[in-house]
């Protein structure tokens, strides 16, 4: 496995968990940190070759992700969020892919993936409006990924996706929340754009493995599921801040005298089984989203078809990581005691951000437990997340 850019990351997380707070309070990542993830090349690493990108195995993009979420959550989601877009674009036609990335390589790309989105077909492409939410890292974008229906031929409907430079879309400051703050994740508001053709990319395709940006980009990351890789962006930096909740944890535990009942709190049976339950939910979860990513790779680079079984497996495991991470910090919270309860010390925002990361979409767990439960039993699957 190549560490260049995690070992270029490794400098940067004290300066990063220093800014933890400026950025929890102004409800955005500093312009600082954004430019330090483009220079350490966190967000090139899913980007292809072709432009100046890593094309780096998924497992490699998602320790970085994790690493930097230990020491701030918020810059661990945005990090994993917009580094997974440049992955997104290079299944666009190549024209489009030479839109975002031929006068920038490192140009910043969010996402608000909802089909809310009107498309109107005109001459060369389509008539874009929209309004959607919870866009992360978008202040900082040059052009979002956004999530809109189209009428099939048979008049069911498609959903697409269409790339937008800025100069079509507005940001509107909405964001005001109670975990995940410093991500920054406000609303887009497109009004009647023009979308040429080769910048609109249906769901069908990706969910089939195909792309029309494949005929330029044939490396193994671009046969990857679309919904493999969405989702274990939102689950990777949940593990990542709960890491390194427990790492705070036991800094700030393993001296400190209790005085009721009366002794170290290291030498309490009760915490020394809550710090190993913890731990071995975050492991637990890390080691099945390595496996699943490798044993994805490993298809893709063989030129395999990917089991259907594999793809539900990597959701069901997905969401479970996310519910283990979530037992893991209430565990921690709750054992710490009051010294949980101060605003903005690491435990505090983590368990935040923790399970504020858990009310996204790709991470309702009964919902994708149901659908591994139906294979199992032969049912058909129908999710558009696996």
């Given at each position: ?383 558009a997340l696996i």
């Amino acid at each position: 496995m190549n560490t260049d850019v995690l070992d270029a990351v490794r400098p940067l997380l004290s300066t990063i968990a220093a800014r933890s707070g400026v950025a929890d309070e102004n409800r955005m990542l500093p312009a600082e940190t954004i430019e330090e993830l483009v220079g350490a090349g966190v967000l090139g690493m899913l980007r292809p070759k072709r432009y100046g990108g890593g094309e780096a195995h998924p497992r490699e993009f998602f320790d970085v992700v994790r690493a930097l979420a230990g020491v701030c959550g918020s810059t661990g989601w945005v990090a994993s969020v917009l580094g997974v877009h440049p992955w997104h674009v290079a299944l666009f036609p190549e024209l489009a892919q030479d839109d975002v990335f031929g006068s920038d390589l490192d140009t910043v790309i969010c996402s608000a993936y909802a089909p809310v989105g009107r498309l109107e077909a005109v001459d060369g492409g389509y008539r874009l409006s929209g309004h959607w939410s919870f866009s992360s890292g978008a202040d900082h974008a040059a052009w979002a990924l956004l999530g809109g229906v189209l009428p099939g031929t048979d008049g069911t409907p498609r959903h697409v996706t269409a790339l937008v430079p800025r100069a079509d879309f507005r940001v509107r400051d909405v964001w005001d929340v109670v975990g995940l703050r410093g991500t920054g994740s406000n609303d887009v508001h497109v009004d009647d754009a023009h979308v040429p053709a080769h910048r609109v990319l249906a769901h069908e395709e990706q969910r089939a493995l195909r792309g029309p940006g494949q005929a330029v980009n044939p490396g193994p990351l671009y046969r990857l599921p679309f919904a493999s890789v969405f989702t274990s962006a939102v689950t990777a930096p949940v593990l990542g801040a709960v890491s390194g909740c427990l790492d705070s944890w036991l800094a700030h535990m393993r001296e400190r005298v209790r005085v009721s009942p009366s002794g170290r709190f290291a030498d309490d049976p009760f915490a020394q089984v809550a710090v190993a339950r913890a731990a071995s939910e975050v492991d637990a979860a890390c080691l099945q989203m390595d496996r699943n990513l490798d044993e994805l790779h490993r298809c893709a680079v063989a030129q395999e078809e990917i089991p259907l079984e594999l793809r539900v497996r990597t959701r069901r495991d997905q969401v479970l990581g996310t519910e283990r991470a979530l037992r893991a910090v209430d565990l921690l919270f709750k054992t710490a005691g009051g010294n949980s309860l101060h605003r903005g010390n690491p435990i505090e925002r983590a368990w935040r951000d923790a399970h504020a990361g858990s009310v996204h979409v790709a991470n309702d767990v009964d919902r994708a437990l149901a659908g591994y439960g139906r294979l199992a039993f032969g049912l058909p699957v129908e999710d558009a997340l696996i």
